[in-house]
């Protein structure tokens, strides 16, 4: 399974982009899809994560009401859509696919095995 993820760029305080990571080899609608970011000198957090058919969606407190995680199944794509981006979210994003959602796992780096290159995203203030 190779991940895709792009949509990244330089963007102001309070601005809005849409990340969108691409899965191959795969089909998506079996895998719990997440999205981490990790800024300079920082360890990767956990963003988001949809579970299969979108039936249960988490996000992380820092982002909660200002991003969004979907997935549209018949394109093989999740998307991660973050509005009033604050320079605080100045990190680079990765997209992640796991086999099962178990609660205690989904927010955890190390329980997902397929990874995308990340990509960038910068908010100047």
């Known amino acids: 399974v190779q991940l895709q993820a792009s949509g990244g760029g330089l963007v102001q305080a309070g601005g809005s982009l849409r990340l969108s990571c691409v899965v191959s080899?795969?089909?998506?609608?079996?895998?719990?899809m997440g999205w981490f970011r990790q800024a300079p000198g920082k360890d990767r957090e956990f963003v988001a994560a949809?579970?299969?058919?979108?039936?249960?969606?988490n996000h992380a407190d820092s982002v909660r009401g200002r991003f969004s995680i979907s997935r549209d199944d018949a394109k093989n794509t999740v998307y991660l859509q973050m509005n009033s981006l604050d320079p605080e979210d100045t990190a680079v994003y990765y997209c992640?696919?796991?086999?099962?959602?178990?609660?205690?796992?989904?927010?955890?780096?190390?329980?997902?095995?397929?990874w995308g290159q990340g990509t960038l995203v910068t908010v100047s203030s």
């Open positions: 949809v579970a299969e058919s979108s039936r249960v969606r």
């Open positions: 992640a696919a796991r086999n099962s959602w178990i609660y205690a796992l989904i927010k955890v780096a190390g329980a997902y095995p397929y």
């Open positions: 080899g795969g089909r998506i609608s079996t895998y719990v």
